[in-house]
């Protein structure tokens, strides 16, 4: 029973890893070879037109071009893509969330402190209200610069393609209209 169960639980993740791999991805390469990122369909991204239209959401793969906000983009017409990943936005919003509750207590503890005709209240007051201010900046600030930077990758700098695993065919000739000389064969 023992080795029954150890060969289902073998056979569940290899099956996820395979089915993992037939998801089409829009393939980065750094312009020169140097570094190489994949970002599977579905993923959140936000892409900057060569005209300045911008399109954000999750996109799909339509044969050699994406799909966002129901608009076929070609890959040649990307000026920029910015990629914000699951963990930045968590890490980020969980520190603005954080810090604003320190923020308010720092500013209500200082109002009430310069309200109050007590000289001990306005001096604790005066003391423990701008520690509070420093430590919501200290989350805030970082918080706030998570959640609005992302990966940019500029078309100057990077090459974009789309590889499919159940057309390899394809990913070599898509790859070879734009930069032939640093196609790197799977194989």
Known sequence: ???????????????????????????????GGVRKK?????SRVKVV??????????FNVFEDKIVLEDQLINLNQ?????????????????MVVGGSP??????????????TNDECARSCGLLVGPPLLVAAGALLIPGVF???LGLKHSHEDWVFSIRNPEKPELNKAIHNMFAPETYLDPE
């Open 1 to 31: 029973m023992r080795a029954f169960s150890l060969i289902l639980i073998a056979f569940a993740f290899a099956l996820g890893c395979v089915a993992q791999n037939q998801v089409p991805e829009l393939y980065f390469e750094k312009r």
């Open 102 to 115: 320190i923020l308010a207590t720092g500013g209500y503890v200082i109002a009430q402190s310069l309200l």
């Open 146 to 148: 998570i959640l609005t």
């Open 78 to 94: 990307i000026d920029r893509i910015r990629i914000r990943n699951t963990e930045s936005i968590i890490i980020g919003a969980t």
């Open 38 to 42: 994949f970002l599977k369909e579905g």
């Open 49 to 58: 037109m060569m005209d300045g239209t911008k399109y954000r959401g999750r």
